[in-house]
């Protein structure tokens, strides 16, 4: 590309991006004192939205690239924007974007999509990148903001019960970033976790995954709060899902080393009685709540 060529479309780039975020400020302004004031300008934003859309599919400079995925990032953070961007077609279109090999431009499509993923409709079309959002979050750098972006979506791709079928496959390989992980990770992996495992659909699966005694680890009493209290919640969420199916936490029906032999052994027993005794009042009640299953 020419330096002239490049030089309009940085321009444009700038320009539209500007647009966009004004137009944002324009729909969530609200009124002003007396009742008056700037009301909604969807067919403003949708406009800016589709010339944003239509450079991002355009353009193959890394920096306009990754300008405008953070300029609509920032955009799909409001409500109105998720369904208009998802009405022009553009959903497709930051998804491509996850393949890039530049790493900022993976972080900040992942990004768009996560905001863009508060909106069930957009979950519809969003959950075809799942499978390669999983894959790149298990092969990609550890602790990398690629890898914390993939979680942040798969985070939310889960709230609710409709696609979590889809990280079946991939359970297993999710714990061990969660042992591998810093806290950061961690912490992003076990609320991740955790949305499954509010599903009794999901519970075998759970159970079932092969996980290094390390886990354990999670449940003794220095590990900081926000990770332990995750941990607690996952087993609560799991034990509530096994008494509601009727199946005894005894029942020999998952091999060693599963999440099952973990949870329900000897070992981890003895961590939750010591825990009964923890110094925040919040792991107190969550270990009490669990140790009547042993």
């Known amino acids: 590309m020419s330096g002239a060529r490049r030089a309009s479309w940085l321009a444009a780039g700038l320009i539209l991006g500007a647009g966009a975020c004004y137009c944002v400020y324009r729909l969530t302004r609200g009124r002003r004192r007396g ?8 067919a403003r934003s949708a406009d800016q939205l589709q010339k944003l859309l239509y450079l991002l599919d355009s353009t193959d400079d890394p920096f306009i690239t990754e300008r405008v995925l953070v300029t609509l990032g920032n955009s799909a953070a409001f409500s109105v924007n998720q369904a208009i961007i998802r009405e022009l077609g553009g ?3 930051v998804g491509k974007k996850i393949n890039s090999p530049n790493q900022s431009i993976k972080e900040k499509a992942l990004n768009a999509l996560n905001n863009l993923s508060v909106n069930v409709e ?29 979680l942040r979506l798969l985070t939310n791709m889960t709230v609710t019960n409709d696609h979590q079928h889809l990280l079946g496959g991939y359970i297993t390989d999710l714990f061990r970033v969660l042992l591998a ?46 990770i332990l209290l995750r941990a607690l919640t996952l087993f609560q969420n799991i034990n509530n899902c096994v008494k509601a199916e009727g199946r005894q936490a005894a029942q020999p029906s998952f091999p060693q080393g ?37």
């Open 35 to 42: 009742g008056r004031g700037l009301g909604p300008r969807p």
């Open 181 to 226: 992980g810093n806290g950061n990770t961690k912490v992003q992996v076990l609320k991740l976790i955790v949305n499954l495992s509010e599903n009794p659909a999901m519970t075998e699966g759970l159970l079932g995954a092969q996980v290094d005694s390390a886990f354990l680890a999670l449940f003794d009493s220095h590990v900081a709060a926000e």
């Open 258 to 294: 599963s999440l099952f032999s973990l949870l329900y052994g000897e070992e981890c027993v003895q961590k939750m009685r010591a825990l009964g005794s923890h110094h925040d009042a919040d792991v107190k009640e969550k270990a009490a709540a669990i140790t009547p299953a042993f």
């Open 91 to 93: 959903i497709p279109i």
């Open 122 to 150: 957009n979950q519809i079309k969003i959950k075809t990148y799942v499978h390669q959002v999983c894959e790149d979050v298990l092969s990609g750098p550890l602790n990398s903001a690629v890898q914390l972006a993939g």
